[in-house]
């Protein structure tokens, strides 16, 4: 089927949406996307453009692919592989990114959210002023989101057709139930238009505050594949693919089942359908593999400790068995499942009962690690961020509101 194909019901559609989610195979591969904040070295309230980004950076070779997002923060995309190949590959090409940046003058944030600049779109493509539009019918959490935000995104493989530790189904509700622990652990983006924001992590407050039919988790029933299908054509839709120069702005309050019955403004496409999926951003999307997008960005090279926590949960039995049992007490007061991921964004481990839970699942995970002869840098990484933050009940957003209450803004 190609994707000018027209879908001819909504069964045919909820059919495809299930088959593409989740690619079966046993859990081997990890991949990590690296999102940064760009900054002018000496004065990092100046907006960045992609071209100077481009101009600096272009002719490196690296081992992942780079792209430049609407705000012009700088995204390097892994190749999957191993956890060591893939935290060996991009530690080098993010050095390589770094030294080069610094000879222009520019240098990388790590963090959630930017600190003191307002959202500006530097992509002038027919996409994000769809999303721009469609997301300022309701406020400017959009705005914030596209062009202001950074994130650590982890991939990892679904899982095969068993029903075992390693079967797609337990993996998907496993990625929901440590979901909030590991929003809360790696929250890094308290402050905004250098102000106290109130939330750990300003980043994924946004995200929820723009379309819960497109950030919001996806309920957890029997078959995630059937659950899945159902989320993507109850979203709204935010672009309709139109010729050139003709905008691509969707009908408010038109969801993907609606265009599938009723066939206006036109007849819907395969192709309009996977699009469709490239604008859902829930914490956990399935595209093929499991996308973790519950992370802020984190300092330095601190990305490698989600990387490698993530990975260890989900592929170490034993780990994953400890992890789930100790996040089921953080989970049973909830009334609905978004009330945890809003908690979790608001006070990160400040929570005593987030923070009794990630240190067991980061414990669980240092095991794992062990057991799995992890590179001693990898287990470096991870210790000191136990230490610094999940031992004291503490996320990185704390250092940068201790900063902040001394008067300070951290530049990197």
């Not at 057991?371 to 000191?384: F, G, M, N, Q, W």
Request: overall charge neutral; charged content about 25%.
């Amino acid at each position: 089927m190609s994707d000018e194909d027209r879908l001819m019901n909504e069964a045919e559609a909820e059919s495809l949406v299930g088959r593409s989610a989740f690619s079966l195979a046993s859990p081997q591969l990890v991949g990590v996307e690296l999102e940064w904040l760009v900054h002018d070295t000496f004065n990092t309230a100046l907006p960045v453009s992609p071209q100077r980004v481009s101009s600096a950076i272009g002719s490196l070779k690296l081992s992942g692919f780079r792209s430049i997002e609407p705000g012009g923060q700088l995204e390097l995309s892994s190749l999957p592989g191993s956890l060591e190949n893939c935290v060996t590959r991009s530690v080098s090409d993010m050095s390589a990114i770094r030294s080069r940046l610094a000879v222009e003058n520019l240098m990388l944030a790590g963090r959630g959210m930017d600190l003191e600049r307002s959202p500006h779109r530097h992509l002038d493509l027919p996409r994000y002023e769809a999303m721009q539009r469609s997301f300022d019918r309701a406020n400017t959490s959009g705005r914030w989101m596209l062009y202001s935000t950074a994130s650590v995104q982890v991939s990892l493989d679904a899982g095969d057709e068993r029903s075992s530790d390693h079967g797609y189904r337990r993996r998907w509700e496993a990625a929901h139930a440590l979901g909030p622990v590991l929003c809360a652990a790696f929250a890094n983006s308290p402050i905004r238009h250098s102000r106290a924001t109130g939330w750990r992590s300003t980043r994924q407050a946004e995200w929820f505050a723009i379309d819960p039919s497109r950030t919001e988790p996806p309920p957890i029933g029997r078959d995630p594949r059937v659950t899945w299908a159902r989320y993507v054509l109850d979203a709204h839709v935010v672009c309709i693919r139109r010729g050139e120069g003709a905008p691509w702005t969707a009908p408010a309050d038109l969801t993907f089942r609606d265009w599938v019955r009723h066939r206006r403004p036109r007849v819907p496409t395969i192709g309009d359908l996977r699009y469709h999926m490239s604008t859902l951003f829930p914490p956990v999307r399935p595209r093929g593999h499991l996308e973790f997008r519950m992370i802020d960005a984190q300092p330095g090279d601190d990305w490698i400790v989600p990387l490698a926590v993530v990975k260890a949960l989900l592929d170490d039995s034993k780990a994953l068995d400890a992890a789930l049992c100790a996040v089921e007490a953080v989970w049973r007061g909830s009334e609905r499942p978004i009330d945890l991921w809003i908690r979790s964004a608001r006070d990160g481990l400040a929570d005593p009962g987030l923070a009794e839970a990630a240190l067991v699942c980061f414990e669980a995970a240092q095991a794992a690690l062990c057991r799995s002869s992890a590179s001693s840098l990898i287990i470096k990484y991870v210790e000191s961020f136990v230490e610094r933050y999940v031992s004291r009940g503490r996320s990185p957003a704390d250092d940068l509101l201790a900063a902040f209450e001394q008067g300070v803004l951290p530049r990197c």
